[in-house]
């Protein structure tokens, strides 16, 4: 992809760049460690960094960074060697609901994030609303995680490593108010800690290979190992049903009460390698316009 890219005082400047709008990536259900500030910004850690991303016309102005860091690390975090306008157009032609949904989230990017924070984090979100999931995520990173700096007057930590968080009680973690769920985190913690499961070698197998795996940990169902495959593992054929995906589906699609297994299948046959993108952008407009409730 062809960008403008300027350096200014501990900034970076992305000139002419199309299909990125901060709202919509961040609060689409696919992180949670970024919020939005006063000016509209959004400020959040990944990758063990602070950075503050902000829209200003056709501008994205990233801030807290340098040259160096948003080439090797943020230009993958954000995808930003997609070509989004293409699969906006491939899934768009002949659906009049996806039509409607990409415009509605026209500035959605799927995020490369860390895939032990995603698996950790999609954990928690299990049966969960997002502010208690974002607040116990924060917690976790404050206790167990390291220091990483200041910003704007608030305090930043890292996300703990799977070796320290594998070490914690069960009793330590419900207090970061995980509830029931504080004992599927350590045990999923002490897996890849181990070496039982190498989760950064999903990305070598299909899909179908990773999913079985992702589910051999505890609390890990058929929506949050999708979650996991589509956020971090790069399996953009991966199409996680929750409440929202499940009401939109049967709303405009399947015109009855369907499970999940039978969406997930539907969904992806239907939007095949594009499954992961579709999905994004039909449960944020569900979730926003409150379809199917």
């Known amino acids: 992809m062809n960008y403008n890219i300027i350096e200014d005082k501990n ?7 199309s299909d990125f709008e901060p709202v919509h990536i961040f609060e689409c259900g696919q992180c949670f460690r970024w919020n939005k500030e006063d000016d509209g910004s959004f400020t959040g850690v990944a990758l063990d960094r602070i950075l503050n991303v902000k829209k200003e016309e056709d501008k994205i102005i990233f801030s807290n960074t340098n040259i160096d860091d948003f080439n090797y690390i943020w230009y993958d975090y954000f995808d930003l060697d997609r070509d989004y306008g293409k699969i ?14 990409v415009k509605f989230g026209s500035g959605i990017r799927i995020l490369n ?18 502010p208690r999931i974002k607040k116990s995520i924060e917690l976790i990173s404050e206790r167990y995680g390291s220091f990483l700096g200041e910003y704007n007057g608030k305090k930043y930590y890292s996300f703990p490593q799977k070796e320290e968080l594998s070490k914690v009680t069960v009793e330590e973690l419900e207090d970061c108010k995980v509830g029931f769920r504080a004992k599927y985190i350590i045990a999923a913690s002490k897996a890849i800690a181990n070496g039982e ?15 079985e795996i992702l589910m051999t940990l505890k ?36 015109k009855e009460d369907t499970n999940e297994k039978l969406i997930q299948k539907y969904g992806e046959d239907k939007f095949g390698n594009l499954s992961g993108f579709a999905q994004q952008y039909l449960f944020y407009y569900a979730r926003e316009l409150g379809i199917g409730k």
Request: contains cysteine; glycine residues 4%.
């Open 11 to 17: 900034k970076v400047i992305l000139e002419g760049v």
């Open 88 to 101: 906006k157009k491939e899934l768009s032609k002949d659906d009049a609901v996806l039509d409607e949904a």
């Open 113 to 130: 994030q860390e895939p032990f924070e995603t698996t950790i984090s999609f954990i928690i979100s299990a049966n969960n609303r997002i």
């Open 197 to 211: 499961i190498d989760i950064y070698n999903l990305k070598n197998l299909s899909t179908e290979e990773a999913r």
């Open 219 to 254: 609390g890990v169902g058929p929506k949050v190992s999708n979650c996991i495959l589509l956020f971090s593992i790069g399996k953009h054929d991966s199409f996680p049903v929750d409440v929202w995906v499940k009401r939109v589906m049967e709303y405009f699609y399947l």
